[in-house]
């Protein structure tokens, strides 16, 4: 990597993938076989998906992980560049580009395949990361060994790092102690701790900032001895693939531009209700002007 600077406000490292969404009936039975109503092709992953949200938002978003020297892998570097992020750490080689397979029922719910091949984190000198200098670090855990090369080299900077933590496996276990927001899927915390609440408990005690992300139903937080409720804002879902990468990146987006803690929660859960208003986790993904739009819709309550 070239030496000079490279200057951002979220730094999103992780996994990136390439999407076909199958818009579909409803999910085939076994031995069925049905006709999807639409297909949408188009770049995915956690952290990419951030990445992507971050720049969306207004700000300067940048993103580390792998891409195939494949078509899925040169479309997706493509739609990284038109959306403005900088790409300069992401490392290519000949293992595929993870491909994910999406069937979305006209209620939202979907089902996913990913197929990774022979594709493996990068080793941690994969990359220095000597010149970037980010605001704010977030990972989505599906590259462990580079993410945590980068929290050591950044650590006396005391830089704000987020863990995405959409389910419990080694790449987010290994992290989860490096972290200062661990913002986490309902999902996760079941994996965890069998329940949202001991969840709270178990992971306040690693990490100085908790939030469990509830779907439609909104989402807990904790933070020391204080625990607190967001309800969602209320929008019509047609996919809610992506709905998580897209709060993920406004939390992080959130923390660069310095929000207090009640602004930052209801800053991100906007851009992730929005994306479900949308087929396709890419292009769902919020802009500045829809964004600022629902908060300005959505009616301020207190916070408990």
Avoid at 39 to 44: A, H, I, S, W
Avoid at 99 to 124: C, E, Q
């Amino acid at each position: 990597m070239e030496n000079t600077a490279i200057h951002l406000d979220v730094l999103c490292v992780g996994h990136a993938s390439y999407d076909l969404v199958f818009s579909v009936p409803h999910h085939p039975a076994a031995d069925e076989k049905t006709v999807a109503d639409a297909l949408l092709g188009c770049g995915g992953g956690p952290a990419a998906n951030a990445a992507v949200t971050v720049a969306k938002l207004g700000y300067r978003a940048g993103f580390s992980g792998y891409l195939g020297n494949d078509v899925y892998g040169d479309s997706h570097l493509s739609e990284l560049h038109r959306f403005g992020i900088d790409t300069r750490c992401i490392v290519r080689g000949e293992s595929p580009t993870p491909l994910s397979a999406v069937l979305v029922k006209p209620d939202g719910k979907r089902a996913l395949i990913n197929y990774k091949g022979d594709t493996r984190a990068l080793p941690a000198d994969s990359l220095d990361f000597g010149a970037v200098r980010p605001r704010v670090v977030l990972c989505d855990g599906h590259e462990p060994h580079i993410s945590a090369r980068l929290l050591e080299r950044r650590a006396a900077a005391k830089i704000p790092t987020v863990l995405d933590a959409g389910s419990l496996h080694s790449g987010t276990e290994a992290l989860l102690d490096k972290m200062d927001y661990l913002v986490c899927s309902e999902k996760f915390a079941l994996q965890h701790s069998g329940g949202v609440d001991a969840a709270l408990s178990a992971l306040a005690a690693i990490a100085p900032w908790v939030v469990i992300t509830l779907g439609e139903r909104g989402l807990v937080w904790r933070t020391g001895q204080e625990t607190g409720r967001l309800n969602a804002p209320p929008v019509t879902a047609i996919d809610t693939t992506g709905a998580g990468d897209a709060f993920h990146g406004a939390f992080a987006a959130g923390l660069a531009a310095g929000l207090a803690w009640p602004e930052l929660l209801r800053y991100a859960s906007a851009a992730g209700a929005l994306c479900c208003t949308r087929l396709g986790a890419r292009p769902g993904l919020p802009d500045k002007a829809a964004h600022r739009a629902l908060l300005q819709r959505w009616q301020s309550e207190p916070m408990p």
